[in-house]
T-cell receptor
Framework: TQLLEQSPQFLSIQEGENLTVYCNSS?????LQWYRQEPGEGPVLLVT???GGEVKKLKRLTFQFGDARKDSSLHITAAQPGDTGLYLC???????????WGAGTKLIIKP | DSGVTQTPKHLITATGQRVTLRCSPR?????VYWYQQSLDQGLQFLIQ???????AKGNILERFSAQQFPDLHSELNLSSLELGDSALYFC????????????FGDGTRLSIL
């Protein structure tokens, strides 16, 4: 059973479109991180959200942590080919030293 | 550059063999994590070390083992290799055992023929 469900699993859109990726769980997390992984490389941290309801912006990327700290979303405005990659969310629990990883959303932005 | 170094970058071997993957964490980081990533899939946590001691264990097979040395580098040993072990193996490091974020190396791509 996946503790962190990411949706969609795969998304292919045209350059300039907007998109939202979701990360959902029935568990409460003390914090949640978003990573982007490009082919042939390791994941790179984009943002960490800690407070329920928190919204963080990173240029065209907007991250939101749910009020109950069970879910998160990543919204990309005016997507560009450089946004192509595998987007992974990972949640941290107070009771666990491990990060709980979602399976990822594979995003392709076509020029 | 994350500061985490993994060697080798690619490894090709046969079933039944044994290999060792090496990881040097980012300077100052005491905790090391190992992950397995199969084709087009997410990360499967294998094992975590902190300052030389095993801290947490995930979905690591009995044929796999790891250790962290006094200089904080870590090795992941994979034995009796099977075709299904073909994957990307990532090492990540962080300052403290439960301190996020994790900094990832570029991985070792293991191919079993």
């Amino acid at each position: 059973t996946q503790l962190l469900e990411q949706s969609p699993q795969f998304l292919s859109i045209q350059e300039g479109e907007n998109l939202t990726v979701y990360c959902n769980s029935s568990s409460v997390f003390s914090s949640l991180q978003w990573y982007r992984q490009e082919p042939g490389e390791g994941p790179v941290l984009l943002v960490t959200v800690v407070t329920g309801g928190e919204v963080k912006k990173l240029k065209r990327l907007t991250f939101q942590f749910g009020d109950a700290r069970k879910d998160s979303s990543l919204h990309i405005t005016a997507a560009q080919p450089g946004d192509t990659g595998l987007y992974l969310c990972a949640g941290a629990m107070d009771s666990n030293y491990q990060l709980i990883w979602g399976a990822g959303t594979k995003l392709i932005i076509k020029p | 550059d994350s500061g985490v170094t993994q060697t080798p970058k690619h490894l090709i071997t046969a079933t039944g063999q044994r290999v060792t993957l090496r990881c040097s964490p980012r300077s100052g980081d005491l905790s090391v994590y190992w992950y397995q990533q199969s084709l087009d899939q997410g990360l499967q946590f294998l094992i975590q070390y902190y300052n030389g001691e095993e801290r947490a264990k995930g979905n690591i097979l009995e044929r796999f083992s790891a250790q962290q040395f006094p200089d904080l580098h870590s090795e992941l040993n994979l034995s009796s290799l099977e075709l299904g072990d073909s994957a990307l193996y990532f090492c990540a490091s962080s300052v403290a055992p439960d301190d996020q974020p994790q900094h990832f190396g570029d991985g070792t791509r293991l191919s079993i023929l």
